[in-house]
């Protein structure tokens, strides 16, 4: 494997770079950007590796809806089949999802709990009685220190209750009026994409999580449902690096999912550390990735601090 194939940075590139970024922050100048003397250039290339691992797990819960007379698929039905017995369509793999299937036959019909079959309850505001104590004059009917009856509730000290529109019960909001629920038994699928990811080691002081996100060029690709370790790689911290992650997913997914594809790669990430020269001062600013993004450390020309440096 060819670890030497990403381009190097030149100064006109460096300096595209820089100016590129520049007019994309409303707070930073152009001047420095093209008047700046570079110095140095320090680059180096970076190794990252990725893991994804492509799982399925699956838990089953009772629930319950609203009864509405509608086919029950009980146990009269049969035995209800085993949670990975039920096929189900999965997802593109690596795209994470949840999906809810109601088990066959587990389904029973029982009284509402809430409302016990009543289908209403009373009232918690007015407890039943569908008007409560009018909170302008607090039940007086008329004002402190007023001799006029309160205008709020016409002289009565009490107004209809706004919980209940005055009827001084409610429509059950568990089963919805039905006064019977559907219980069944609901299998919950979830689909996970796992990642474990390694940049490899470097002597430039660029954040590691502004590489991690970065645009690489694609060196290796192995996707399976399954994946081995790599071995005998020329940077023997991607082996490691592979090995561990490997075992990592193997041992956090084991007991409670299967595993349905495996994909992992391995990128070159070209880093270049520009040191420059501008107005009797030195600065420094990065370049990363394939597409050249740019990290700024201190930039000379820079009017306010509401622009992010990254």
Known sequence: MELSRVPTVTEEVAREALLSFVSSKC????????????QELKQQTLCRYRLETFSESRISEWTYQPFTNQSVDGPQRGTSPRLWDIRVQVPPMFQEDTRK????????????????????????????????RCSSCSGAKRKAKQSRRCQMCSGSGRRR??????????????????????????????????LFEFVSEHRLNCPGELLAKAKGE??????????????????????????????EHSAALASRARVLQQRQTIELIPLTEVHYWYQGQTYVYYIY????????????????CGCTII
């Open 161 to 194: 209750c706004s919980t209940c529109s005055g009827r001084g019960n409610k429509t059950c909001a568990t089963c919805k009026g039905e006064k019977k629920l559907l219980h069944f038994i609901q299998l919950v699928i979830m689909w996970k994409n796992s």
């Open 101 to 132: 299937f109601q088990v066959p036959h587990s389904s029973v019909v029982k009284e509402c709990h809430k409302c016990h079959g009543r289908g209403r309850y009373k009232c918690s505001g007015c407890h039943g009685a569908g008007m409560v």
């Open 289 to 304: 990735g394939t597409d050249h993004r740019v990290y700024v450390v201190d930039y000379p020309e820079r009017y306010c």
């Open 27 to 38: 707070c930073y100048g152009s001047t420095a950007a093209g008047d700046l003397v570079i």
């Open 218 to 247: 694609s060196l290796f690709k192995d996707e399976n449902t399954m994946v081995y370790p790599i071995v005998d790689f020329p940077l023997r911290e991607i082996s490691l690096a592979s090995q561990r992650g490997i075992a």
